[in-house]
């Protein structure tokens, strides 16, 4: 009997230690999309395909986390091409009515001057943008009648090649962007 109970602490030791280090899978697979980028140009899953991306929800005038959320998007985009990390970085705005292709081209301006993998993503209607966040990254966006601010969720989110979300950091995390960081450079490897 004494046998039996060490046994079956030793395998769920092994089991448990075999998870440390390893990314944790939401197991939500991101359906296709395409979109309209800050460039004008058509961009989504088929560009993404087989490539590591980072993505995050933000509006122009928003009075509150976008900018903060931007600027960190900014330095995750210069530590990653510092450690030869090739990653896409992709966000979408939950304001399309209001943040036009050119509006997003002037927003990203503010953070960074490369756009090589930086996608500021619009050219949907409110609705779709409210089920893409709910259904593929089970965040909330949603847009009030009563105010131009549009309230939204400060995750990031890793999502692998194959399209799968991997994990999500929020925004107001302590050292989150690290932990981002460990997890990208163990993925892209």
């Not at 395998?11 to 296709?32: D, E, H, M, N, Y």
């Not at 004008?40 to 995050?56: E, H």
């Not at 994990?167 to 163990?186: A, C, P």
Request: with cysteine; proline share 3%; glycine share 6%.
């Amino acid at each position: 009997m004494k046998t039996m109970k060490l046994l079956s602490v030793f395998v769920i030791a092994l089991f448990l230690l075999s998870a440390c280090g390893q990314p944790k899978q939401t197991g939500r697979q991101v359906t296709s999309f395409s979109f309209t980028d800050q460039n004008g140009k058509p961009f989504g899953t088929d560009q993404l395909a087989g490539k590591v991306w980072i993505a995050d929800f933000i509006f122009t005038n928003c009075n509150s986390v976008c900018t903060p959320m931007s600027h960190k998007m900014a330095d995750l985009q210069t530590t990653f091409k510092e450690n030869g990390l090739e990653v896409e970085l992709v966000t979408f705005t939950v304001d399309p009515e209001t943040d036009t292709p050119q509006v997003l081209k002037e927003y990203v301006g503010q953070f960074s001057d490369d756009e090589s993998n930086w996608h500021l993503l619009t050219g949907y209607s409110q609705e779709t943008i409210e089920q893409l966040a709910m259904n593929q990254f089970q965040t909330i966006v949603q847009k009030p009648n009563e105010t131009r601010q549009v309230i939204h969720g400060t995750n990031f989110f890793i999502i692998d090649q194959r399209g799968i979300i991997v994990n999500e950091y929020s925004y107001v995390e302590e050292s989150f962007d690290e932990q981002m960081i460990d997890e990208v450079k163990r993925l892209v490897k």
